[in-house]
Nanobody
Framework: QVQLVESGGGLVQAGGSLRLSCAAS????????MGWFRQPPGKEREFVTAISWSGRNAYYGDSVKGRFTISRDNAKNTVYLQMTSLKPEDTAVYYC?????????WGQGTQVTVSS
């Protein structure tokens, strides 16, 4: 079993920055890809970004390219999402996800609200 706990969400003005963290416990996730998704109010959950197990490869959704950066610290079993130049349309619940040995795990989510 893997537990994922997100933190770092909050209220920020447009143009501001936030850093989200996702800490994994229960089992190590250092050998597995990890990703961030988000669910804006009234919309479907959507892909934001993902990172390979080594941290060498990262993938971004078009709407966040150039503004968001994913990273990981395998020694801490933690993945981070640095968000800059935030826009009101980035307002969403942000979820961390990983798939380990064929089982997908989600965190409980952290709310990010960007005011205009």
């Amino acid at each position: 079993q893997v537990q994922l706990v997100e933190s770092g969400g909050g209220l920020v003005q447009a143009g501001g920055s936030l850093r989200l963290s996702c800490a994994a416990s229960g089992r190590t996730v250092s050998s597995y890809h990890m990703g961030w998704f988000r669910q804006p109010p009234g919309k479907e959950r959507e892909f934001v970004t993902a990172i390979s197990w080594s941290g060498r490869n990262a993938y971004y959704g078009d709407s966040v390219k150039g503004r968001f950066t994913i990273s990981r610290d395998n020694a801490k079993n933690t993945v981070y999402l640095q968000m800059t130049s935030l826009k009101p349309e980035d307002t969403a619940v942000y979820y961390c996800k990983t798939t380990r040995l064929g089982v997908t795990y989600w965190g409980q989510g952290t709310q990010v609200t960007v005011s205009s």
